[in-house]
């Protein structure tokens, strides 16, 4: 416990400590499986891991708080998905511009995720 409070006063910004505190209350609330299922949903969600990895149950579990709108059909464009309007619609970015860099970076930079706010202005 010393040894991760000295690295946690060393480096707050690794959040070791709050990674420890988690994972401790993960297996005494929900057991040691439910801990690795965090993880590996985790992984896929925030570091670029292979979405293969899930189960249909820890992608349902992962999403579930997830950003979302509901759009009907007659507003699909038949020429091809507008990423951009769909991350604007669903809060994920604050402007189409902005959704435009956030994915020009993406195929640009060969990262798996997009940098955008979980709450757009």
Excluded: K, W, Y
Excluded at 15 to 39: G, M, P
Excluded at 80 to 106: H, N
């Amino acid at each position: 416990m010393e040894a991760l409070a000295g690295r946690h006063a060393d480096h707050s910004e690794r959040r070791e400590a709050h990674r420890a505190l988690a994972d401790e209350v993960t297996t005494f609330v929900h057991a040691a499986a439910a801990l690795e299922s965090a993880r590996r949903t985790t992984s896929v969600l925030f570091d670029g891991g292979d979405l293969r990895s899930l189960s249909a149950g820890e992608i349902e579990e992962g999403l579930r708080e997830a950003p979302r709108a509901a759009v009907r059909r007659d507003e699909l464009d038949p020429s091809g998905f507008d990423l951009a309007a769909a991350l604007l619609r669903c809060g994920l970015a604050p402007s189409r511009g902005q959704a435009r860099t956030a994915i020009e970076s993406v195929s640009s930079g060969g990262r798996n995720r997009l940098a955008l706010s979980a709450r757009a202005a």
